[in-house]
Nanobody, 120 residues
Framework: QVQLVESGGGLVQFGGSLRLSCAAS????????MAWYRQAPGKQRELVAA???????NYTDSVKGRFTISRDNAKSTVYLQMNGLKPDDTAVYYC??????????????WGQGTQVTVTT
């Protein structure tokens, strides 16, 4: 139904930057919300940032002022610009979207995950 393709992860030094992208394709009527989660080894998956169709955003406290989430509705793509990266940001980052498949059918989908590793 809906496919998500993530890109942009990698290895970066402390203080560096990365930009993650996640493009959705398939049977999409609308995308009310798009988000990025992350999961570090031995920890639960946590919400990093989310953006709604009206542009409203929210961030977990640890990334406020360093990360910026944005979306391109024409491309059904969500981005996560990560600046000032720290070793604690090391994790697998997952894209998550809530998709209106029709005017009355909604579902959620996950990307395959992309590794972000921050070295000292």
């Amino acid at each position: 139904q809906v496919q998500l393709v993530e890109s942009g992860g990698g290895l970066v030094q402390f203080g560096g930057s990365l930009r993650l992208s996640c493009a959705a394709s398939g049977s999409i009527f609308n995308i009310p919300a798009m988000a990025w989660y992350r999961q570090a080894p031995g920890k639960q998956r946590e919400l990093v940032a989310a953006i709604h169709l009206n542009g409203d955003t929210n961030y977990t406290d640890s990334v406020k002022g360093r990360f910026t989430i944005s979306r391109d509705n024409a491309k059904s793509t969500v981005y996560l610009q990560m600046n000032g990266l720290k070793p604690d940001d090391t994790a697998v980052y997952y894209c998550n979207v809530w998709v209106l498949l029709t005017t009355s059918q909604i579902d959620t989908f996950w990307g395959q995950g992309t590794q972000v590793t921050v070295t000292t």
